[in-house]
């Protein structure tokens, strides 16, 4: 046993030299278990940090920026069109939130249009009009799944 400076002996403690730890399972109770499931909702899951329920203040839009990207890059007849009419619709968060219906209502009109060249601009601005409109956008949610299966099950349409 080791002596201290002031004359003590203190005893010396050993650690546990057992085996690692092998058990992945710990007992949950079910309120546990559903509230992780809840927390799986992927409609809910990705929100608008910038953006609170009451306050529309934030005028960021993920929507604006990725159809100002596709204005540049894709020249289709139909995309250019789309572009002319949702433009004016789409200049502050507050204002897509407004007219979603209409933007929507729009989604819809063109992409039934099922155009080859103007399809995937769209398929990546309904991805950010639904990152916008976050929780909102569930009202939406049955029509949109309907056009994109539309569009996968259509064999040509699937070498996007």
Request: net charge positive; aromatic share 8%; charged share 30%.
């Amino acid at each position: 046993m080791p002596a201290t400076t002031s004359g003590r002996i203190i005893k010396t403690r050993k650690g546990k030299k057992g085996t690692a730890h092998q058990k992945n399972h710990r007992w949950e109770s079910f309120t546990t278990k559903i509230s992780k499931l809840n927390s799986l909702d992927p409609l809910r899951r990705v929100r608008r940090h910038d953006l609170d329920a009451e306050d529309i203040s934030a005028t960021t839009s993920y929507f604006r920026a990725s159809l100002e990207k596709w204005a540049e890059l894709n020249l289709s007849s139909a995309f250019i069109s789309f572009t002319e009419e949702v433009l004016p619709l789409c200049d502050s968060l507050p204002q897509i939130l407004h007219f979603e219906d209409k933007i929507m209502g729009l989604f819809v009109t063109y992409m039934e249009g099922k155009q080859r060249e103007s399809l995937e601009p769209l398929l990546e601005l309904i991805t950010d009009f639904a990152h916008d409109l976050g929780p909102r956008f569930e009202k939406h949610y049955a029509k949109a799944l309907e056009l994109v299966t539309s569009i996968a099950g259509t064999p040509k349409m699937l070498q996007l």
